[in-house]
């Protein structure tokens, strides 16, 4: 397949996409790539003149398209979209002419690859395009890490086709290194850490901290908000205040059950808060903000975990995170380029991995970094585990820091079996989880929904004309 990836600048989630770019080339895929940066650099110098620039843009990269023959298109999140304008195409029938976007019209796929889920990427920005016929177009295909974001796109946000698959690394990137052991754990934090509340200093004092009691701190300062983010339901206050109360509830103990999953259940349980979760199910941006607010119940799990080991165990971190206001006793490298990260992880026999509060299932790219690179992984609980690495033998999970603490130190104590752990990690990633191997099944997917798109037909491209976005 002629597959051509529009590269956005930026640091690790660029490289990322390079590493996608690499892995499909290893499968026998001729690729070829196009820089975004000069197209972003024009808009921020002349945003008066972003509708011109864009249409500029959109009339080339349909000439590269069809002069070069690609087959396929891939850029990251929505990047494609927010760089191109729609076209106008003819809709037999009707007397309006349809938008659509040049990979519909000029019948191309176009995969977007969800690094972030959709609701919260680009600052929010994708969520004026819930429910638009665009999401839905026949040739833009969705790849997101877990099928419960899958169903919140495809169910209540109008997203089309949306394929569920782990993420995946570059072998060569991602490899044991031979350095001299310098910590216990190496963990790659990142932004968006909340500060520490009175109550999270004082358990982190504790030898063994009720880590619910954070929680449930949380949750408590979250629930005014919650209910705000209601306010526009028609229903009575009494049935909002009392499906928020229930929803806290179901985040505080099953919480590793999709938000999506949770909502329907509560509707089903008790018919008086059915008309609320209909309302939420209806309403994507409210969605959203209601059950992002929910996810943050666990917004402290990071940095707490990470200080709380911190003073028990050699541990070092990398990344944009800074740990300092936690108390956490550790190294912090502070930002790492993408291809020192597993020079970085072959400093400790074990990797930590902590999941971000924004996702409630799926397992991030950590994991597979991690043990691609060599180390035993240590990782939070997170629903879609199983699917990516196996517990016990490849991966090993904990609820509670105390259970992450445990952990540790008895893989410490036991190198062949930390070292197994780090073995079977490794060789599941390298079997199962290199661009190269994905790339034949998101190929195979991509070719069907391409096939079954012409044989029901597609707009005619000679008849488009660029439309600002």
Known sequence: MNILFLVQPGTNSRRILLDMARGFHRAGHRTTTIELAPVWAALSAQPQRASEIKTQFTRELSRALLGHSIELCVAMWANALFSLVNLRTPAEGQTQARENTIFEALDIPHLLFWLDA???????????????????????????????????????????????????IDEEVFKPHDVPLQADVVYASGPGMPAPTDLALKLLESDEPDFGLLRAEAAATLRPRLLESLEHCSVEPPQREAFTDRAIDSQLHNRHTPV???????????????????????????????????RQVEASERPFTAAFLSKRFNVETFGGGDLSAWGFQGFQHGMVDHERMAAIYSRAPIGLNLMRWQDDAGLNLKPIEIAASGCACVSVRRGGVEGVLTPTSEIELFDTPMQASRLIEALLSDDARRQSLASQGRSRVLREHT???????????????????????????????????
């Open 118 to 168: 959709p609701q919260w990427a680009h600052q929010d920005g994708v969520q004026p395009l819930f429910k638009k016929p665009i999401l839905a177009e026949r040739q833009l295909i969705h790849l997101i890490n877990n099928t419960a974001t899958a169903a919140e796109m495809t169910q209540l946000l109008g997203f089309g086709m949306t394929i569920a698959a782990p993420y995946a």
């Open 260 to 294: 999506l999953q949770r909502v329907r259940e509560i509707a089903c349980e008790d018919a008086s808060l059915a008309r609320v979760a209909q309302w939420l199910l209806e309403s994507p941006v409210a969605y959203t903000r209601f059950s992002m607010l929910l």
């Open 435 to 469: 661009w190269a191997v994905r790339a034949q099944g998101l190929v195979e997917a991509v070719r069907a929904r391409s096939l079954s798109a012409r044989v029901s037909g597609t707009p005619e491209a000679m008849a488009s004309e660029p439309v600002p976005a």
